[in-house]
């Protein structure tokens, strides 16, 4: 999961574009970039590390130009240590593109191949996402040989992409001096939505509080299998490029990754959160009497509007009984389990009043080792509760993702292979109530009639591609980040969120 920005306007965008960026911040930390356009000539900047550690004033001043492209990474294959595979990615022909992606291709493997071999490409890292962007560039040289590039040969170019690549996949592509094109699988896996300020300028961006954030007003979402191609003058042409398309998006990001004051594809983050909170309601009702719960308290931060909605369907007292510190690292990049236990509690401190001599109902958004889900539920009995109940406003996570998001293997996820009673006993809770999958999915899809369904591969285990094996997601599975030299082996899922484990 990463986020990617792209801006086409009538004056300079690196401010414009950063300022993107730091509202896309949750979806990626480890590194970030941004490329801009003067005179069919690119200036780039990335580094790892956060936003406002990687651009300096003198940074920016280097970042001419009315055209850009920005992303913060969360990287899912390659090396996480690797500057080299920070984005954006550039290659000089043809034309001269530069390329960001948010998503995973499942046939990048098979892809390198190909290029080096039939179409003479060479790709230099382990990133995909290069990968994708010499696919990119070849089909741009076939499509063009002979004919000037515009709209007709860039569409022709993101079609025979949708042949040849597999996977999830939004695409920002910026051609030197021609314009910019974004793309969306056929299945709208990741999101893509498109605004236009009050001056003109035309922005794309993973998530419509990047638009809103920087004054643009959101028009709409780009479709899956869809195309669209903005030139320098501002003018956007689009067109559907795939055979087939349905718009089946990744519910994880309603459940956990999206901020919830997005919209994604027609809903409302925070109300699909709301809902959430609604149907998870009925479970906990039919599996502890209300009278038997004291109080309801969020683990933060994403499962703050679930909460809130099931304590107010219960009648129970809804409280803020963890703080959260925000200057604390990532507990997913400590390098042992002892040393990630620790840091839980330096993240997230009890406040003892709100739970002692109380059962207290805890909320998560989704409960992925179970490591930290069972250090909070420890802190909640040293502060005094009398018993500690644990909801999921997720269901069970019993299966990889390899879409994008880094999902443990199935060996690590704590529901795999076991019962919610198993489950129970490993986190230590008195009461373990998990979302339903299917409740899940109409509770969200309510929102918007138009979405076909949703890839929900890491509750159901059916990858929406429909073209997943078990040798695929093994495969998958090695590419996956590579650990740093003390980092423990394993998921980076975690993010900025201390409750998900």
Same mark, same amino acid.
């Given at each position: ?41 690119? &200036?780039? *900047? ?6 406002? =550690? ?54 990048? #493997? ?11 490409? *060479? ?31 860039? &569409?022709? +170019? ?7 690549? #597999? ?74 490029? @795939? ?8 519910? &994880? ?40 719960? =004291? ?8 499962? #703050? ?5 099931? +304590? ?68 909640? #009995? ?32 704590? +529901? *795999? ?10 986190? $230590? ?8 999958? =299917?409740?899940?999915?109409? @509770? ?8 076909? $369904? ?16 078990? $040798? ?30």
């Amino acid at each position: 999961m990463c986020g990617i920005v792209g801006v086409v306007s009538n004056a300079p965008v690196n401010q414009l574009i950063y300022d993107a960026l730091l509202l896309l911040q949750h979806r990626g930390q480890d590194a970030a970039g941004i490329v801009t356009q003067q005179d069919c000539k690119f &200036f780039m *900047h990335k580094a790892k590390g956060m936003v406002r =550690d990687v651009f300096r004033t003198r940074n920016m001043r280097a970042l001419p130009g009315h055209s850009g492209l920005g992303q913060v990474r969360y990287p899912t294959a390659g090396n996480a240590e690797s500057e080299e595979e920070a984005q954006p990615f550039y290659v000089n022909a043809p034309f001269g593109i530069v390329l960001v992606h948010n998503g995973n291709l499942t046939n990048a #493997r098979a892809l390198k191949a190909e290029l080096f071999s039939t179409d003479h490409r *060479h790709i230099n890292t382990e990133s995909d996402s290069e990968v994708l962007l010499n696919v990119l560039a070849h089909e741009l040289e076939q499509a063009t040989r002979g004919s000037a590039l515009g709209p007709d040969e860039v &569409f022709a +170019a993101v079609a025979n992409v949708h042949r040849r690549i #597999r996977g999830s996949y939004a695409v920002i592509a910026h051609i030197a001096g021609r314009g910019m094109v974004a793309f969306r699988d056929p299945y709208g896996i990741r999101p893509l939505s498109m605004g236009r300020g009050a001056d003109g300028a035309v922005m794309l961006a993973s998530e419509t509080v990047a638009l809103e954030g920087t004054g643009h007003a959101p028009e709409r979402d780009v479709a899956p299998g869809e195309a669209i191609y903005i030139t320098l003058d501002g003018a956007v042409h689009a067109r559907q490029c @795939a055979p087939k398309s349905q718009l089946s998006p990744c519910i &994880f990001e309603y459940v956990y990754l999206a901020r919830p004051d997005s919209v994604l594809d027609g809903i409302s983050v925070y109300q699909a959160r709301l809902n959430l909170g609604e149907t998870l309601a009925k479970r906990v009702v039919s599996t502890v009497p209300p009278d038997q719960i =004291d109080v309801v308290i969020p683990i933060p931060e994403s499962s #703050r509007p679930s909460a809130t909605e099931l +304590a107010r369907l219960l009648g129970k007292p809804y409280r803020e009984g963890f703080v959260k510190n925000r200057y604390v690292g990532r507990t997913f990049i400590m390098p042992g389990q002892s040393v990630r236990k620790r840091s839980v509690r330096q993240k997230l401190n009890a406040i003892a009043s709100e739970f002692a001599g109380r059962n207290v109902l805890l909320v998560d958004d989704s409960i992925v080792r179970g490591t930290t889900s069972k250090e909070i539920v420890q802190m909640a #009995r040293e502060a005094g509760a009398r018993k500690v109940y644990m909801a999921s406003a997720a269901p069970p996570v019993r299966y990889p993702n390899v879409y994008g998001i880094d999902m443990p293997t199935k060996e690590e996820l704590v +529901a *795999h292979g076991r019962t919610v009673e198993e489950v129970r006993q490993i986190i $230590g809770a008195d009461a373990l109530i998990y979302q339903d999958v =299917d409740a899940m999915k109409r @509770a969200v899809g309510a929102l918007n009639p138009a979405v076909a $369904g949703f890839d929900a591969s890491c509750f159901d285990g059916v990858y929406v591609t429909g073209d997943i094996t078990e $040798g695929d997601i093994a495969r998958l599975n090695q590419q996956r980040v590579k650990p740093g030299e003390d980092e423990q082996a394993g998921s980076r899922l975690t993010l900025p969120n201390a409750g998900v484990a």
